[in-house]
């Protein structure tokens, strides 16, 4: 909870944020997004438009925050278990659990519908945050004592059929964590090896094309050129004008 407020804190001090952590403004216009703000892969809630959603261990609850010293719960609704993060795309929520990842639809912001559920045939149990870009969702799927499980992996689901995700690629990790995307190029916390940049120009084929070892790192959040980065020494920034090699501007 400390690092998800210390996150969004540094993140709109940085960005002045708004009211949205979309990447795209195809929101209904009773939740329009716009494209200013962004929260990290293993948040536990997130903004967009007008609401506030957040997970528990079993659901999604939808607040209305139009009037945010205000704001008013519209709904509660039964996900699954062991629910873990959440991340808004579009207008559709992806939530990671332990088993599975959920896909909802927030066409109407407040009643959030269940699409799909993507899973992996080859890691049936793990701790799984996600993001989503264009057709593609990507997944750390981390297996070790709490989360259960034996292989690590990034999964990376075709979600051009939203209510049918299909696993279309992996890379075999060790520990990963968070993980963000700028562009061609996404960027994957793996606890035991480092910050990984990855190519995915091919999705399905993600190739690592450089390490970063000078810290621990557990989540990220690319934002304008920049990578705001999670870690054992602090939040640690990046500039990533060049998105295959970030090059270290400072330490907080």
Known sequence: ???????????????????????????????????????GSTARFAIAGNYLYSVDETSLKAFDISDPIHPVLKNTVSVGFSIETIFPFNDKLFIGSSTAVYIYSIQDPAKPAALGTALS????????????????????????APCGGTRSILAVYDIKEITNPIEKGTLTLQEPYGLGYDD?????????????????????????????????????????????????????????????????????
């Open 1 to 39: 909870m400390k690092r998800n407020f210390t996150l969004i804190i540094l993140s709109c001090l940085l960005m002045q944020c708004t009211k949205s952590s979309t990447s795209s403004s195809t929101l209904s216009t009773t939740a329009s997004a716009s494209t200013d703000g962004k929260g």
């Open 121 to 144: 045939p080859t890691v049936m149990r793990r701790c799984d945050p996600v993001v989503a870009k264009d057709t593609v969702a990507f997944a750390t799927l981390r297996a070790n």
């Open 184 to 252: 061609d190029v996404l960027y994957v916390c793996d606890k035991m090896v480092g910050l990984l940049v990855i190519d995915i120009r091919r999705p399905y084929n993600p190739v690592v094309i450089k390490t970063i070892t000078d810290a621990t790192f557990s989540d990220v959040i690319p934002y304008n050129h920049m990578l705001i980065c999670w870690t054992d020494a602090g939040i640690k920034l990046y500039d990533i004008s060049d998105n295959r090699n970030p090059v270290f501007l400072s330490n907080i």
